[in-house]
Each structure stands twice: as C-alpha cells, then as structure tokens.
C-alpha cells in the first residue's frame, strides 16, 4: 500500500491539511526569524550536567529549526519557543562537550519558495542539522541538505515523501500511528459500534486506520468527511455519532472547538477517540462534560509526567505563557525530545561536530534512549516490511491519556507498538 503513490495528488492533500494544521496544533505567532544562545551504538548519557556547568567556550554548534510562524494558515509558535528555550536550557549546563548550541529558526511562511531558502541558509551557514521541525514543505528541505550531510533529525510528525524515506532522515515522531493507536483503544475498550471522522485533506490516515479494523475483526460504520472551515457541524456530528458507541476523530485544534460545542448539543453519549494536541483542554473548553472521558492518542506521554520534568521547569523558568499554546502537544513535546535526542547523540562525538559526523554517529546509533518520552530508537533498523514508503518511521508506539473535566490526565503508563495493526497483521 502506498499513500504518496503521485506527487500531484500528495501535493493537493498536503495543501488541504495545511488549512486546518492538523498535525500538531497549537497555533500562534512569531518574527521570522530568531536564535538561542566516537561509539553511538548505544545512546544513554543524560542531556547536560544536573550541577553548575562551567560556560561554554567552544566554536558554536549550528542548527536551525524550521516551522511556519507567519501566514494566514496554522502556525506554530510552540515549536520556535521550545527550540530556543532548550539552547538556553543546554547552554546554561555547559552547552555540548563544551560547545554553545546557536539556534536559528527559520521561517518557511507557509511557502515552499521561502523553505528551500531555509535549507539552502542552513547548508550556506554550516549547519549540523535540522532538528525538531515541521512543515508541509520538508519536500523542498531534505533533498537540498541532504546533499550537504546536514540531517532532517527528530522530527515529531513526519508526512512527505523525503521525511519518510530519505536516509538523511531521522524521525522521532510516528504519523499516522495515533490514529491505528485509536483503533486499538477503542476495541480494547469493548467499543461494539465505531464510525470515523477525518478531516478532509488527511484521507491518508484511512488505509491504516481500515488495516487495523479489519486486523481486529471489526469495520467502520460511517467515515465522515469534515470540511475543515464550517461554522456549524451539527450534521456532520449526526452523521458520525448516529448507531455509534465510539467515534474516531481525526480533527485539528481549532475545527476540533467547533466539533465539540456540536457534539455537546447534539446530545450523545459516544466516546471520542481523537489525537494529542488537538483533543484537549482548549477544544473541550465549555464542553467539558460532554467530553469527559473521551480518549486521547498521541506519540509521547503526557507533559505532566516524569519524562518532561526538565522541560516543565524550563518552561516556568522562562515564564513562558502555557495558556497562549499548547506545549502538551505534538508540536511542543516533539521539539524538546528532538533536542534531546541530538544532544545525546552529539555528545558521543569524538573530534568536531560536524554535518557528516553528526550523520554518521546518528546513522549508528541503534539504541537512542530519551528516558522515556519515546520507546529508545534504533536508528540502524528501517521499517522495511511495514507501510511502503514509511521506511524511516522508526517508532511506531503510541500512548493514551484522557479528558477528566476538561483537563487531560495520563490513562496509562508506557507504550503500545501499533505498528503490526498500521498494515493489517494481528496485535
């Protein structure tokens, strides 16, 4: 099975999900630009010193992190936030073997023109990598720095082509995995009659999601279509709760609002099944019993557990508005574990950190451990008999929390392997 079999078509969907952003949520607004002051095979040593760390003296190590800041479509402030909060956060431990890590983010504008510029700045400025980033133009990104050793590293929501099977790609994150992950939950929750909502433009989620079902013995009863712009989904939700126990809810933030004060109305009592980030306190807001106890599905556990301690104090530390974005999210969490991750593997480096030695030691770390933000990642080994032309999707595990009166609280602790039910195989 292929989703990105023609480019044409991949580009239309691509720019039909832009409309909505409903990856990793969380909008916002930013400047365009802005910046933060050997063996890999196994990767364990913790990001910086816990005591005072002498400063950093060293030449600067130079990555760019790319996202959309300003356009009339979704932003990400939270991604351009984190970035340069973890380079004050490293830094302030003593930067990496001693060296300053200098963050620029570059803001692609919602436009594939202005995203080859970022990659062509990142090769003209010698940079190590890009690291934790979004966009729908990576297509115009990878194969330009690939060309250069710079890698595409950590990525929390991979969705074109080159993200996905490009060897200078290095994802941390697991599109479409939380939606299969929705399916499991919802059968292992004993849902009998399960219907599907997708917003239009992410029609892409729907072979695995089906694969998973089928996988499961179980079978949609009604996929919704969601145009991503209504004011009023009062039908929409008829059609997909009518018969229904458990709905799957592919939506964004923002579309998500506007579902949810029309599913309260509407009265029923199905269950959500929807995705970290954009089934959250913000969408719930004023439709909190009507959404309680609806099941959220993500890539990384949530911000209030153990694994994100260090970056819940970096966050207060600085004072950052928690209220104006979402940091418990794909976009926010997805940063930080990026950084994390290029930090450990850049440490095991012996001599200059470099492009080509930052891809080598990534290329041979076969057990990259995050302390439990995501499953530890073996770089080494492709996903080669899982979805065509999803090779470079190495973690493939999704976990689950849920809404409690609004606020999202943990379901459960650790990971689900959801990659065997993604192309139809038994759990």
């Known amino acids: 099975m292929r989703f990105f079999n023609k480019p044409a078509s991949w580009r239309r969907a691509v720019v039909a999900v832009a409309v909505c952003g409903f990856v990793v949520a969380s909008c916002g607004s930013d400047s365009s630009e802005g910046s933060g002051s050997g063996d890999?095979?196994?990767?364990?040593?913790?990001?910086?010193?816990?005591?005072?760390?002498?400063?950093?003296?060293?030449?600067?190590?130079?990555?760019?992190?790319?996202?959309?800041?300003?356009?009339?479509?979704?932003?990400?402030?939270?991604?351009s936030i984190t970035a340069k909060l973890y380079a004050d956060y490293i830094n302030a431990k003593g930067g990496i073997n001693g060296h300053p890590l200098e963050v620029t983010v570059c803001d692609e504008k919602f436009d594939p023109a202005v995203a080859t510029g970022c990659a062509r700045q990142a090769v003209d400025e010698g940079?190590?990598?890009?690291v934790g980033s979004f966009t729908y133009f990576a297509e115009s990104i990878v194969p330009v720095i690939s060309e250069s050793s710079i890698t595409w590293f950590g990525a929390c929501c991979p969705i074109t082509p080159s993200e996905l099977s490009s060897p200078y790609s290095f994802n941390i994150g697991n599109q479409p995995m939380y939606a299969v992950g929705a399916v499991k939950r919802a059968v292992d929750d004993g849902c009998e009659a399960i219907n599907a909502v997708i917003i239009d433009g992410a029609q892409v989620f729907i072979p695995p999601m089906e694969n998973a079902m089928k996988a499961l013995g179980k079978k949609f009863g009604t996929t919704v279509i969601l145009p991503p712009t209504a004011q009023d989904y009062s039908a929409e939700v008829a059609q997909a709760s009518s018969g229904a126990d458990c709905v799957i809810a592919i939506i964004s933030e923002t579309p998500f609002i506007t579902w949810n004060t029309a599913w309260s109305q509407s009265g029923t009592t199905a269950r959500q099944y929807g995705p970290q980030g954009n089934l959250n306190a913000v969408s719930a807001k004023g439709n909190e019993e009507a959404t309680d106890g609806d099941v959220v599905v993500g890539m990384y556990p949530d911000l209030s557990t153990e694994p994100w301690a260090e970056y819940r104090g970096a966050l207060e530390a600085a004072g950052v508005d928690q209220e104006k974005n979402d940091y418990n999210s794909l976009g926010g969490m997805g940063t930080w574990a990026a950084y994390v991750g290029f930090t450990k593997i850049a440490e095991q480096i012996e001599g200059d950190i470099t492009a080509k030695s930052f891809y080598d030691a990534a290329n041979t770390t076969t057990n990259l451990d995050l302390d439990g933000m995501v499953p530890p990642i073996d770089f080494t080994t492709e996903w080669s008999d899982g979805l065509e032309g999803y090779n470079r999707l190495f973690n493939r595990s999704v976990t689950y929390s849920k809404l409690d009166k609004g606020k999202v609280v943990p379901l459960q602790d650790g990971f689900e392997d959801v990659g065997n039910l993604a192309v139809g195989k038994a759990p």
């Open 40 to 79: 890999t095979s196994a990767v364990t040593a913790a990001p910086g010193s816990e005591t005072t760390a002498a400063p950093a003296t060293g030449a600067p190590i130079k990555v760019m992190t790319v996202t959309t800041l300003n356009a009339a479509g979704p932003t990400y402030e939270n991604i």
């Open 127 to 130: 940079m190590v990598s890009i």
